[in-house]
């Protein structure tokens, strides 16, 4: 069974469209998080969430919006694509207070 | 802005040859220092050092903390092809940001047979 899953797994897009990436983690845990892996492969965090606090990384344009359904989902939503958004985007999942975090498989989004 | 620092960027050694990657961090609210080796997907976690001096062991991997230093390094001993990838070194803090992980850029590693 996948522990963090992540769709879709590729997602090609026009500039100024609107987009989710879904993500799914059953292993129980209660943080989840959002990172953005860029060309260079520098692993950034975005979000980390669990049913308490919502915490943004500064540099995070609002056009990025995580929403949580529930504790097991955190889907990340972008609106306005630009090019620069081109990246993998990797969702992960901890316990809170862990310091072990599970990565899912990544997203890889193009905005052409 | 909080910085993790990993060296080499990349590295081409050998099947066989023995490697040490490095990893310094700075100081401010350190919770722990976590590697993770990344393949083609997703990155996969291999240590976490909270305490200085401590080995942590796993097969031909190894690590080890120096908080005084403020650094770590991952060995592989007995390099082999499968162990190309990029490892990966993330500071965890103490404080608002709790969980989130702050990585380094990332070391290359190819092992060539």
């Known amino acids: 069974d996948t522990a963090v899953s992540q769709t879709p797994k590729y997602l090609v897009t026009q500039m100024g469209n609107d987009k989710s990436i879904k993500c799914e983690q059953n292993?129980?845990?209660?943080?989840m998080y959002w990172y953005k892996q860029d060309s260079k492969k520098f692993l950034k965090i975005m979000f980390s969430y669990n049913n308490k606090e919502l915490i943004i990384n500064e540099t995070v344009p609002n056009r990025f919006s995580p929403k949580s359904p529930d504790k097991a989902h955190l889907n990340l939503h972008i609106n306005s694509l630009e090019l620069g958004d081109s990246a993998v985007y990797f969702c992960?999942?901890?316990?809170?207070?862990?310091?072990?975090?599970?990565f899912g498989p990544g997203t890889r989004l193009t905005v052409l | 802005e909080d910085k993790v620092v990993q060296s080499p960027l990349s590295l081409v050694v050998h099947e066989g040859d023995t490697v040490t990657l490095n990893c310094s961090y700075e100081?401010?609210?350190?919770?722990?220092l976590l590697w993770y080796k990344q393949e083609k997907k997703a990155p996969t976690f291999l240590f976490m050092l909270t305490s200085s001096g401590i080995e942590k062991k796993s097969g031909r991997l190894s690590s080890i903390l120096d908080k005084k230093e403020l650094f770590s390094i991952l060995n592989i001993t007995a390099t082999q092809t499968g162990d190309s990838a990029v490892y990966l070194c993330?500071?965890?803090?103490?404080?608002?940001?709790?969980?989130?992980?702050?990585f380094g850029k990332g070391t290359k590693l190819s092992v060539k047979p």
């Open positions: 992960a999942s901890s316990q809170q207070g862990g310091n072990e975090q599970f």
């Open positions: 993330a500071k965890r803090n103490y404080g608002g940001s709790q969980g989130n992980l702050i």
């Open positions: 292993l129980g845990h209660d943080t």
């Open positions: 100081v401010t609210n350190f919770r722990s």
